[in-house]
């Protein structure tokens, strides 16, 4: 899996996430969103996807202030 900002014209930004093969040079499914800041004016950027202990968790900035926010944590 890779994940990546993107938007569309002057909307605010989102996380994405394609599969690609195991050469990374080939996508194997279109980007569907990972992640939308609460606010849908406010852009969500630089995420992070990190294993602690048996969890993963996403850290990400928004651009409400510049503060890092945790997402959430899954697995």
């Known amino acids: ?3 990546f900002t993107m938007r569309f ?3 605010a930004n989102k996380l ?3 599969y690609v093969n195991d050469d ?3 996508l194997e499914t279109l980007p569907q969103l990972l992640f939308q800041y609460p606010d ?3 852009s969500a950027i630089d995420a992070d996807i ?3 202990g048996d969890k993963y968790h ?3 900035v928004s651009h409400d202030g510049g503060s890092r926010y945790q997402a ?3 697995g």
Do not use: L
């Open 1 to 3: 899996m890779m994940y």
């Open 9 to 11: 014209k002057n909307e």
């Open 16 to 18: 994405y996430y394609v």
């Open 24 to 26: 990374f040079d080939k």
């Open 40 to 42: 849908e004016k406010i």
């Open 50 to 52: 990190t294993r602690i």
């Open 58 to 60: 996403m850290f990400y």
């Open 72 to 74: 959430g944590c899954f």
